[in-house]
Nanobody, 122 residues
């Protein structure tokens, strides 16, 4: 069982930056790949980024490639999403999730955090 708690969301102006954190409980954090997803009002949840258990592989949605960076510190049981050059269209609730697999499909993820709001003003 893995419990995930996101933090770091907030209100930022366009072109600004935020770093989201995802703290995980349990001793098996380093056995899970981590994903980041987001959901804007009236839209479906969409994939943002994924990072493998060893941090050796990362994968990004085209919409955030070059602006967002996923990382993790297995010693701290924490995953991060550094978001730079934020745009108003990045406004959403951001979720971290854990999976034994690695990919972009929400159905593949076993554990989810409660979400953190990111609002980007123009």
């Amino acid at each position: 069982q893995v419990q995930l708690v996101e933090s770091g969301g907030g209100l930022v102006q366009a072109a600004g930056s935020l770093r989201l954190s995802c703290a995980a409980s349990g001793r098996t954090f380093n056995m899970y790949a981590m994903g980041w997803f987001r959901q804007a009002p009236g839209k479906e949840r969409e994939f943002v980024a994924a990072i493998s258990w060893s941090a050796g592989n990362t994968y990004y949605a085209d919409s955030v490639k070059g602006r967002f960076t996923a990382s993790r510190d297995n010693a701290k049981n924490t995953a991060y999403l550094q978001m730079n050059s934020l745009k108003p269209e990045d406004t959403a609730v951001y979720y971290c999730a854990a999976t034994r697999h690695y990919g972009a499909y929400p159905a593949a993820y076993d554990y989810w955090g409660q979400g953190t709001q990111v609002t980007v003003s123009s």
